[in-house]
């Protein structure tokens, strides 16, 4: 079970307490990230909300999936794992 949800299309000024008081509504909140930008600090648009059980994140994707949050539908769904592309310096060149 993944109880992990990717949210995107957040405006660089939610905070982690936005998210929190929003999915809330959903369920119990287990934690939240929103990445920055390594060299900006800026943030990166998107982020991640674990709730408390399965039921809880598909309630959230539910109710939140195009919620209209500071003037940006919201985009939520399932976390799918990062995919490993092998580093950034194009792999066995020689």
């Known amino acids: ?37 390594r060299q900006t600090g800026q943030k990166r648009g998107f982020g991640f909300v674990e709730m408390g059980s399965q039921a809880e994140a598909e309630s959230a994707i539910k ?13 939520v769904s399932i976390s799918k794992p990062r995919e490993r592309t092998g580093g950034g310096f194009g792999g066995n060149r020689y």
């Open 63 to 75: 109710a939140l999936n195009g919620f209209d949050l500071q003037g940006r539908p919201l985009a």
């Open 1 to 37: 079970m993944n109880n992990k949800l990717f949210v995107g299309n957040l405006a660089y000024k939610v905070t982690e307490d936005d998210l929190e008081t929003l999915f809330g509504q959903s369920g119990k909140v287990v934690s939240i990230s929103i990445p920055t930008d």
